[in-house]
């Protein structure tokens, strides 16, 4: 069943970066944009298992750190090769500047 | 003339521009000609996964025809022809050489060799690591080292050998550099810089290893990383120009008409280096010039002026390199509160010609993928601003300085 966990403060992000995110043994990478909007994405790339929040956040995109693999961080679209398969995302919201995000 | 476009080489390189020419709009035929079904090569000085860049279905699904197995033994430039070694002529409209490069060897026997280029290169070689086996790698480049920390990490016992002063000499900066053989010796390995090896003889426990300076290794297992050769023949055959590579344009057409060649083959003037001839041997070079190649071969006129760019995992430790650092008249260094170091180098202009460093996890990731950009745009950045970790490296991208 689908429940909001609180991940972090707003403040804990800075404008267009990453952080990463454990909960339950797994992986997430938090976001934030230059216009202060959060997104989440699973921590690891999709092709192979690096975590994304070692990359860099710049103009609406995570590049891998390893292999330059870069995502749609707000959609999770794989923006060509090497990756092919698209990151999952999930939902969050921010209140009383608490990031909370939505897993399943 | 026929409506096939030919790739010869399944590599990294052949089969990107495979998928890119139908990525591009290219719906006529596409033959892709390897000896080996397509896998990624970076894995086998490392952890020695097998990993394919794609399976059988995906190349199917493409519509990309895929002759496993099959040998290129002659190229009729003239006629657009390409033969193979079972016989089969294939006409093509135009014509990818991707065929790589294969390992040098020692110019000497005396004992068995290992080296590394292939997937059964990777198995033969892992199958001898174990743990207390003396390990004698020589050659202290990216491959050499990869294969020394991948045995260290195994328990081996493990000795470099170089012939230059000190590790990975010619693309990584000295201090870079540094740092890794800092993270060898603390795994136990024993380096020796700046002697070659003079001969090779099989001994009742293992073999000798004679050294220039005068002394002698003792190894069970001895593995040469001392570079790569570009695999020309089929092009030098076809009366194609080639030096030390086939020789190209910055957008991969060789002297012959229709015919291309991308790569660790080829060696192609880069524009952000004033045209120099460069030969790169690197997973991401391969994938671009595909890309760039397949464009070139439906038309395209952009030259091809990606930053090189290398990485190499040792240990728990990953390098990178961005630019070309032999470009540098002057250094930089950037100490980061986590006292990674990141080392820019600037040409005399004080244009930044190249960055690198050799950190923990993917720790200088970001740091390089900035300088790389900052490379593209040919930005010639305040050099204490550049050195001083209090100015993040994203805000001297966007100053107008660097533009």
């Known amino acids: 069943m689908a429940q909001w966990i609180a991940a972090c403060a707003a403040d804990d992000i800075d404008s267009e970066d990453v952080i990463p995110f454990e909960h339950d043994g797994k992986d997430y990478a938090l976001y934030r944009s230059p216009d202060d909007a959060y997104f989440a994405t699973d921590g690891h790339c999709t092709h192979e298992k690096t975590l994304l929040c070692d990359g860099l956040v710049m103009g609406g995109v995570i590049e891998c750190p390893k292999h330059n693999g870069r995502f ?33 | 003339m026929s409506d096939a476009i030919i790739i010869v080489g399944a590599g990294e390189c052949g089969t990107r521009a495979a998928f890119a020419l139908r990525e591009e709009g290219w719906d006529g035929r596409i033959v892709l000609v390897g000896a080996e079904p397509p896998y990624e090569r970076p894995p086998l000085s490392k952890t020695g996964e097998y990993k394919l860049i794609c399976g059988g279905a995906a190349l199917g699904e493409a519509g990309i025809t895929f002759l496993a197995g099959a040998e290129a033994v002659a190229l009729d430039t003239a006629g657009h022809v390409l033969e193979l070694a079972d016989g089969r002529r294939l006409p093509y409209r135009s014509l990818l050489l991707a065929t790589g490069a294969r390992a040098r060897r020692l110019p000497f026997g005396g004992a068995p060799v ?266 010639v950045p305040d050099p204490a601003v550049l050195a001083d970790p209090g100015v993040a490296l994203k805000s001297v991208l966007r100053s107008p300085v660097a533009g």
């Open chain 1, 72 to 104: 749609d961080y707000t959609s999770g679209k794989a923006l060509g090769a090497p990756v092919l398969v698209d990151v999952r995302t999930y939902p969050t919201k921010v209140i009383d500047d608490t990031v909370y995000i939505e897993l399943p």
């Open chain 2, 114 to 379: 290992h080296v590394l280029r292939s997937h059964a290169d990777s198995v033969a070689l892992r199958a001898r690591l174990a743990p207390g086996r003396r390990i004698a790698v020589i050659g202290g480049g990216f491959i050499g080292l990869e294969l020394a920390a991948s045995a260290a990490s195994l328990g081996g016992r493990v000795t470099v050998v170089e012939l230059g002063p000190r590790l990975m000499g010619r693309a990584v900066p000295a201090r870079v550099a540094a740092v890794m053989a800092g993270r060898h010796v603390k795994a136990g390995v024993d380096l020796r810089c700046g002697t070659g090896v003079t001969g090779l003889a099989p001994t009742a426990a293992g073999i000798t290893i004679t050294l220039a300076e005068g002394t002698a290794i003792e190894a069970d297992v001895v593995v040469a990383g001392v570079g790569s050769v570009p695999e020309t023949s089929l092009a030098a055959a076809a009366g194609i120009e080639t030096d030390d590579g086939v020789v190209t344009d910055a957008r991969f057409a060789t002297s012959a008409p229709d015919v291309f060649a991308a790569g660790d083959c080829c060696r192609y003037p880069h524009p952000l280096y004033d045209g120099r001839p460069l030969r790169l041997e690197s997973w991401r070079a391969a994938q671009e010039h595909g890309t760039a190649a397949a464009r070139a071969m439906l038309g395209g006129q952009a030259p091809f002026d990606g930053v090189p760019w290398f990485w190499s995992d040792q240990y728990d430790y990953t390098l990178q390199v961005a630019g070309l650092a032999d470009e540098a008249a002057r250094e930089v260094v950037r100490v980061r509160p986590d006292d990674t170091e990141i080392w820019f180098g600037l040409a005399a202009g004080g244009r930044l010609v190249a960055a690198a460093a050799a950190g923990p996890g993917n720790s200088v990731a970001r740091d390089i993928k900035l300088a790389e950009m900052l490379i593209a745009r040919r930005a």
